[in-house]
C-alpha cells in the first residue's frame, strides 16, 4: 500500500516520473535474460516475524499519521 501511495504522489506532483525512464531498459533487459537459463529464479517466498512486525509497525505509524489529519 505504501508503495501505491508513493507513487500517486509522485505522479500528483511531478511532471515526469524518473523511474518511468529506466523501465524501458529494464524490460527490455528482462527480454533477452528470459533465454538465459542459466538465472536463478525465486519461485516462493515465506513471510518472517521480523518483517510482519515491520510491515505491521509502518502501517500504524501511517494510519496514526492520516487519522490525526482528520
Known sequence: MACCLLQNYIRAEMEVDPLEHG???FMNNQEIQEGNDNVDVI???????????????????????WSSRQ
Open 23 to 25: 523501465l524501458d531498459d
Open 43 to 65: 519461485d516462493s517466498l515465506e513471510t518472517t516475524p521480523e518483517w510482519t512486525t515491520w510491515r505491521d509497525t509502518v502501517a500504524q505509524i501511517m494510519f496514526n499519521e
